[in-house]
């Protein structure tokens, strides 16, 4: 489209469940990008995971057109996911835009991602329409909310939208809205080529696809283009639009955003936040991209029954092909075998990941317990990351270990602060501020060590909360604590899959649940198995699996008091030489049970 006044980029940005994919779907409908027929709940939302679990993964995008006022507006939109694990999805998603549609519940109000994603749009600049949704429920207040928005993000609560994404509400009067305040792209059509590269998909017929905003210049069939991060030149094979569907179109201009083709064999290939320009007329100023995701959770993957470390490994590149956010490395294990080392942005991806891998490439997953990444200062002044406690060096050599902090906005009831505080304690949180966002809800911002919200904290928040309890976080540096590393000898053996770093003052109540759960999980064997806690050299708990027990005195029933003994001896080296020789079989179980320390 050659003129740019027509054109609108903007994203749908909102905490998790406040409708964005749904209110996505009216768009499509309301302006004839689909059908009634082919309508389905969750359109955009193209991976079976992301239909099942009712959530967003990965950022997708549509381009629809609507008349106002008798000109035809191109909207470009890009739905973007909520959870807390996607925030550089949403980052992308807002680069490639000039402003966004802040969606709230009506029923629930302003949450802590609402806030977070909030406060992402306004330090990328962008124009924010507020739109409240869910006006349709009984429970709906939006008034109020549109009031709280003003207050806790400072967005104009007198011009926010009101509508309904399920019923089609307001859905004509939000497209106008769109076009009037959103503010068209800047760009010159006849300066050199300049387009950020946002996103990535790999095809098996035609390669990489990547997901394009143009900036400056157009780009068609045919062009030579040169990935700038990359210094690597393809030859454009094919343009497009997802209108949803993919549309081949004759080219893509200043302002526009489309997909190019250009026969990029795999991910590898591509830098995600790269600028594509062209080999004959370059430009000389490159997009300012992306910070590259860093993976903050870490665990490992093990092939289980009926898999192989091969195939397990194929199932890895596989997937790391179609999304490059996780990282993987070859680890060994006495316990488990050869096995990989995985990165994740949090939880909730380290769970997608192995579903995905169990789903897509059919293999079985042995998974450890998920720990952080830790910095270490060393006694010589140098400074070392770890993402496994198998990797601790020799204490005597560490001055002191760091672990990653987080800052976590907590969005709950005024009538819950109390219990949520004191969960906040045990978990080793320093209060920093108290805000009231109404009389009836209160905004609670805390410091974190990670690995004490990794595992179970937003379980626990919605339960002391009773449901209504939101939480957003952001890492934001490294801290020194007296930490150790809690050794778990399954037989007197070191089992370095079970092996946490844990704060000193918590490491005897860790210890012990480790063991007692182990004891429950492990079966019993032939002989004795003791189950120890240690930190260094010091047992700080202990568990014992009791043999089986089988009477071979049965048959004896008469005759001398030395035939009885003769038997029970023979039974007792039995034992002692099948302790020494046989191994002690670790269930999966016994390292899910390290997941949830708090499980009774």
């Known amino acids: 489209m050659s003129d740019l006044s027509l054109i609108r980029n903007f994203s749908i940005i909102a905490h998790i469940d406040h409708g964005k994919s749904t209110l996505a779907d009216r768009l499509l409908e309301h302006t004839g990008a689909i059908s009634k027929r082919e309508m389905r709940d969750q359109f955009l939302d193209d991976m079976d995971l992301e239909r099942e679990m009712g959530i967003t993964i990965k950022a997708n995008r549509a381009t629809v057109f609507h008349e106002l006022e008798g000109r035809r507006y191109m909207l470009n939109l890009l739905d973007t996911p909520g959870h807390v694990d996607f925030h550089y999805e949403v980052s992308r998603a807002l680069a490639a835009c000039e402003g966004v549609l802040l969606l709230v519940d009506a029923t629930q109000g302003v949450q802590a991602q609402t806030v977070a994603n909030a406060y992402m749009a ?17 429970s709906a207040h939006p008034e109020d909310t549109a009031l709280e928005a003003e207050q806790v993000i400072g967005v104009d609560a007198a011009s926010s939208v009101f509508v309904s994404a399920k019923t089609g509400v307001g859905i004509d009067e939000l497209l106008d809205t769109v076009c009037r305040r959103i503010p068209p792209p800047k760009g010159d059509l006849t300066a050199p080529l300049r387009a950020l590269l946002y996103d990535a998909k790999p095809d098996p017929h035609r390669g990489v696809i990547v997901h394009v905003r143009v900036f400056d210049g157009t780009v068609k069939r045919g062009d030579k283009i040169r990935m700038m991060g990359t210094g690597s030149d393809h030859i454009v094979t094919e343009v497009g639009k997802y209108c949803p569907k993919p549309q081949v179109v004759p080219q893509l201009g200043a302002g526009e955003v489309g997909y190019i083709v250009a026969g990029i064999k795999t991910l590898a290939d591509v830098n995600i936040g790269d600028t594509i320009t062209h080999v004959s007329r370059p430009t000389d100023k490159p997009l300012p991209g992306y910070k590259p995701p860093k993976q903050m959770v870490f665990c490992d993957f093990y092939p289980g029954p009926g898999t192989t470390t091969e195939e397990l490994r194929e199932a890895m590149e596989k997937l790391f092909l179609n999304d490059s956010s996780f990282t993987y490395e070859t680890v060994s294990s006495d316990a488990l075998g050869i096995g990989f080392r995985c990165g994740f942005l949090g939880l909730l991806h380290m769970r997608i990941i192995q579903e995905r891998l ?20 060393m006694k010589n002044g140098e400074v070392r990351h770890i993402s496994s406690p198998s990797e601790l060096p020799d204490m005597t050599t560490i001055e002191e270990i ?22 906040s304690m045990e978990r080793r ?10 009389p009836t809800r209160v905004m609670l911002t805390y410091e974190f060590p990670l690995a004490e919200i990794i595992y179970d ?21 490294f801290r020194a604590d007296d930490l150790v590393k809690l050794d778990i000898l399954v037989n007197a053996i070191k089992v370095d899959a079970l092996s946490v770093i844990v704060h000193r003052d918590k490491a005897p109540y860790r210890g012990r649940r480790l063991c007692e759960r182990l004891r429950k999980e492990i079966p019993r064997h032939q002989f004795e198995i003791p189950l120890q806690a240690a930190i260094g050299g010091k047992i700080i708990a202990r568990e014992t699996i009791k043999a089986f027990r089988k009477d071979v005195t049965a048959k004896c029933y008469g005759g001398d008091i030395t035939r009885k003994r003769k038997l029970l001896e023979k039974q007792k080296e039995g034992k002692k030489r099948m302790k020494m020789v046989g191994s002690v079989e670790i269930p999966q179980q016994a390292f899910i049970s390290i997941l949830d320390p708090d499980a009774e």
């Open 429 to 438: 949180g320093t209060h920093r501020k108290t805000e009231y966002l109404s």
């Open 358 to 377: 169990e789903r897509e490439s059919d293999v079985n997953i042995v998974q450890t317990a998920p720990t952080v990444s830790f910095e270490l200062l």
């Open 122 to 138: 306004i330090e990328a600049g962008l124009e924010i329409v507020l739109v409240i949704n869910k006006v349709d429920l009984p």
């Open 457 to 477: 904290f937003y379980d626990k928040l919605k339960s002391c909360t009773k449901g209504y309890g939101t939480v957003d976080y952001e890492v934001t540096h």
């Open 402 to 423: 760091r672990e990653p902090m987080i800052k976590a906005a907590m969005i709950v009831p005024a009538d819950c602060v109390g219990t949520v505080m004191t969960l």
